[in-house]
């Protein structure tokens, strides 16, 4: 743990700089990436108990905390870049969709204020910091101007409180080949879960890739890091090989009739 929000419910339940997490609502931490892949695909609810097991001098000690709530008010709108006022998409439900705004339109004023450019819109907001109360929003299409008088809506964000260390540091002797275990099993960890994501609708077919697909990772990969130098593109493109061969052995090991999961099936029936 690298940092604890002062006044949180996580500092308060006794989390401290230099803890060690070791589990995480029961999920078992290896890694620093075990704890960022597990809160990516569960992420933090405002009402749940968060249960953590840290190690502090040698010792573990066991935490409980809800997590807090980050407030906003927000408009409901994405910036083509941030230094542009274009609409490039609006969120689902949200006043400016409701108002009748569209992908294309230029936010130039917002209660009267012109913001020419995203830096004009971020000071404006940083000194009039949206709430509950109505704003009108002038807006152009078409060489036409409109305006629409909305009421910002309020997006409550759950937070943990705490931030850890996610770079590696370089190891030697037989820890090279405890690591090197715990990085494979993070990946046949990682494709377990994604099956289970998968399974239960959490993840659909556009998040599965062919052989296509993977040519073009790997293509990117080696784009990525040949900046880097030759050491660099072998180190990422041998770290693919791995995560593609625990792919396939997690996927060869399901009970399907035409995989070595399925013949293993049978033969445990026969047995």
Do not use: C
Not at 203 to 231: F, H, N
Request: charged letters at 25%; proline letters at 4%; a negative charge.
């Amino acid at each position: 743990v690298t940092q604890v929000e002062s006044g949180s419910t996580v500092e308060e339940a006794g989390l401290q700089e230099g803890d060690i997490i070791k589990e995480y609502q029961g999920y078992h931490i290896d890694l620093a990436r075990d704890l960022y892949l597990y809160m990516y695909l569960n992420s933090v609810q405002e009402d749940e108990t968060i249960h953590m097991t840290v190690e502090r001098d040698g010792k573990d000690v066991e935490l409980s905390f809800k997590p807090d709530v980050q407030v906003r008010y927000l408009l409901g709108f994405n910036r083509s870049d941030v230094n542009s006022m274009t609409v490039e998409s609006l969120i689902k439900g949200m006043p400016l969709e409701e108002a009748g705004l569209e992908a294309g339109d230029v936010i130039t004023k917002i209660n009267g204020v012109e913001v020419p450019d995203g830096n004009a819109y971020e000071k404006y907001i940083e000194e009039h910091p949206l709430s509950k109360k109505p704003v009108t929003i002038t807006y152009e299409r078409n060489g036409l101007e409109y305006e629409a008088e909305i009421t910002p809506r309020e997006y409550r964000t759950p937070v943990s409180g705490f931030g850890y260390n996610t770079y590696s540091e370089k190891t030697s002797g037989f820890n090279v080949l405890k690591y090197g275990a715990v990085e494979v099993k993070y990946m046949i960890r990682t494709t377990i879960l994604s099956l289970k994501e998968l399974v239960t609708g959490h993840l659909g077919m556009k998040d599965l890739s062919g052989p296509v697909g993977i040519a073009d990772v790997i293509g990117d990969t080696y784009e990525q890091s040949k900046s880097e130098g030759t050491l660099m593109i072998w180190m990422n493109l041998l770290n693919m090989a791995v995560l593609l061969s625990a792919n396939l052995g997690v996927m060869n090991l399901l009970p399907l009739p035409a995989l070595d999961g399925g013949r293993l099936v049978f033969l445990v029936a026969e047995a």
